[in-house]
């Protein structure tokens, strides 16, 4: 079983090709295989990525990669989306409550959200 995904960027298909060896893993890897098409109404470019790579351990493994956001598809995910940040926006969108970027490990880990306390005016 392999892993796929797809995403339109705002980018000529050849501003992309020429950035995604810069790109991070599982994306650089020789695994993953990019095709590229028109988006439609002209809106940039669909790349469309099949990474030939699983999780160890059959279908048990799968589940348990897909928990703990080690899984190929979870990875590739998160790597299209962050690239797709760095050629539209020129950085990774971060904030307080995920300095990191979007990652499926780090999301297992982030604590709850609590309403803040408000504040008393006189």
Known sequence: MSAASAVTINRSQEEIMARLPEAEPPLSDEAA???????????????????????????????????????????????????????????????????????AKQQRKQRPAEPVAPTSSD
């Open 33 to 103: 295989q990019a095709s590229f098409a028109p988006a439609p109404g002209n809106r940039g470019t669909e790349v469309r990525v099949v990474l030939d790579k699983t999780a160890p351990g059959g279908g048990l493994g799968q589940k348990v990669a897909a928990a703990v956001g080690t899984d190929p598809q979870r990875q590739l995910d998160d790597a299209l989306r962050r690239l797709k940040q760095v050629l539209e926006a020129g950085e990774v969108i971060r904030s307080e409550g995920s300095p990191e970027g979007t990652d």
